[in-house]
């Protein structure tokens, strides 16, 4: 049977600088969307799953496109709001040949960060299997702070399994230490939380990926996923020992943005699907690393057939 998956986050408009150079002096973009929650939507629904993504976007081109966008993925678009007072949040991106690229966001009271909690209490948390959530969203403002901790306490009360991304975006706080205590409380109503081993050294305190681990093991979390880059990843539930799962070996980087996210796919995709918690994490890794090859935050999310090759053909 099919799972019913919610997530919420801000999609927003992307810019991505066609030629290297300080992007005060490229004059040339390509457009596409971006949005961390949107990624995973997109690369879910791709899998077949029955996605839903809920946002609010300006009444204006940028905002109408990503509608446009969702529905053309085969997303619910049921939960986009669009609001007549406030903008679309947008990104600007460089083009480079090594390293991360440096992106200039322009989200500051943008449509996504006034999505307050009158507006999605309709939703009927009861109907879905699984919500995702992500630290991104969570540190936009008060209303999305509050809405981040209705889904997670909605889903938590009507049985929904709740998967978490930290997803750290320290610009995005006005310290570390409200950025770590925030995150660790969605984390703590949580099922599944996925930082990387360095959000997880800035999280608990811990250096090694037992310790993280064993940190959000103490309360509601059932299962902690490590992303340890190119060595792949380390998993561990409540119960049994923990397990390092190898990555795979990536030719090229084209670009780092998305590659958590793509991991994140392959976890909610393979605890929807029943899968093992080995395959899971290993459809996780192989999610990540065909996203470190791809130049757009969420085209190069795979297809089920593309993802099993891969898979099948990489060591």
């Known amino acids: 049977m099919k799972k019913k998956i919610i997530t919420i986050g801000e999609a ?3 810019f991505v600088a066609d030629e290297v150079g300080e992007l005060e002096d490229v004059k040339k973009f390509t457009r596409s969307i971006a949005g961390a929650e949107l990624n995973v939507s997109v690369g879910l629904a ?18 109408k496109s990503i509608k446009k966008y969702i529905e053309k993925e085969n997303i619910n678009s049921h939960f986009v709001y669009q609001s007549d007072e406030y903008l679309t949040g947008l990104q600007i991106k460089e083009k480079v040949l090594t390293g991360d690229p440096h992106v200039a966001n322009f989200r500051k009271n943008s ?7 009158e507006k ?19 540190a936009l403002s008060p209303e999305t702070k509050a809405v981040s901790h209705f889904f997670a306490e909605e889903g938590r009360k009507n049985g929904a399994y709740i998967t978490f991304d930290p997803n750290l975006r320290p610009h995005l706080w006005s310290s570390e230490e409200e950025m770590v205590k925030s995150i660790n409380a969605i984390a703590a109503k949580s099922d599944v939380v996925l930082p990387g081993i360095s959000e997880g050294k800035i999280l608990t305190g811990y250096t090694e990926p037992e310790e993280i681990a064993d940190f959000y093991l103490t309360g509601n979390t059932k299962l902690v996923v490590i992303k340890l ?3 792949g990843a380390y998993v561990k539930g409540k119960e049994g020992e923990g397990k390092y799962i190898k990555g795979f070996k990536v030719e090229e980087i084209v670009d780092t943005v998305g590659a958590g996210d793509g991991f994140a796919v392959g ?11 080995e395959d899971t994490v290993i459809r996780g890794n192989a999610i990540g690393a065909i996203q470190l ?3 757009s935050d969420n085209e190069g999310l795979p297809s089920r057939d593309k993802l099993e090759k891969f898979i099948q053909t990489s060591d």
């Open 120 to 138: 999605i209490e309709k939703i009927n948390f009861a109907t879905f299997d699984y919500i995702h959530l992500s630290g991104v969203f969570l």
């Open 12 to 14: 927003m408009g992307l």
């Open 267 to 277: 976890i909610v995709s393979g605890l929807a699907e029943g899968l093992s918690i």
């Open 293 to 295: 090859m791809s130049a």
């Open 46 to 63: 791709r899998l077949e799953h029955d996605v839903y993504y809920a946002t609010q976007v300006g009444d204006d081109p940028l905002g």
């Open 111 to 117: 449509a996504a960060t006034k999505l307050n909690v």
């Open 229 to 231: 880059g190119e060595k």
